[in-house]
């Protein structure tokens, strides 16, 4: 059986997430802690936040978690991908480390605003938002 090497396999979206290719987007493998009660989606656009201190494990919850006694939740990176988070395990996935995305294509916490502190954190690490226009 032959394969036609002119047929469509698929195409690509558009969502807004990314405004410009400066800075350039930079793709980094990061460890999502499992979820204590049930498990969750994360979307393509999840701000994710470091876990640090001395009850900070390095691994990434979604921003607006509720840090534990001596951990710090600090925003760090845009997940790049949608995924499952289940409660039984970790999970390895892609996120954005630099680029410039739309502020409001990013998602939290249910409940949770982004905050200045949050923005510049990120702007810190190479990541910077703008408001951007649907047309």
């Keep these: 059986m032959s394969k036609r090497l002119d047929e469509n396999l698929g195409s690509v979206g558009y969502d807004g997430l990314i405004v410009a290719n400066e800075p350039v987007t930079d793709v980094f493998t990061v460890t ?3 979820e204590a009660t049930a498990a969750a ?9 470091l876990s640090a201190g001395t009850a900070g494990d390095g ?9 534990t006694t001596n951990e710090t939740l600090t ?21 954005y480390r630099t680029g410039h995305f739309a502020r409001n294509k990013l998602a939290v916490a249910s409940g949770y605003t982004l905050k ?3 923005e510049e954190e ?3 690490a190479g990541i910077l938002l703008s408001d951007a226009i649907e047309y």
């Excluded at 925003?75 to 996120?95: M, S």
């Design 122 to 124: 990120l702007r810190k």
């Design 32 to 34: 999502i802690c499992k």
């Design 41 to 49: 989606t994360y979307k393509r656009g999840t701000v994710l936040a």
């Design 75 to 95: 925003a760090n990176c845009i997940l790049a991908e949608d995924v499952e988070v289940g409660t039984t395990a970790d999970v390895t996935v892609l996120a």
């Design 59 to 67: 691994k990434l919850v979604i921003l607006g978690s509720t840090a």
């Design 116 to 118: 200045a502190t949050d």
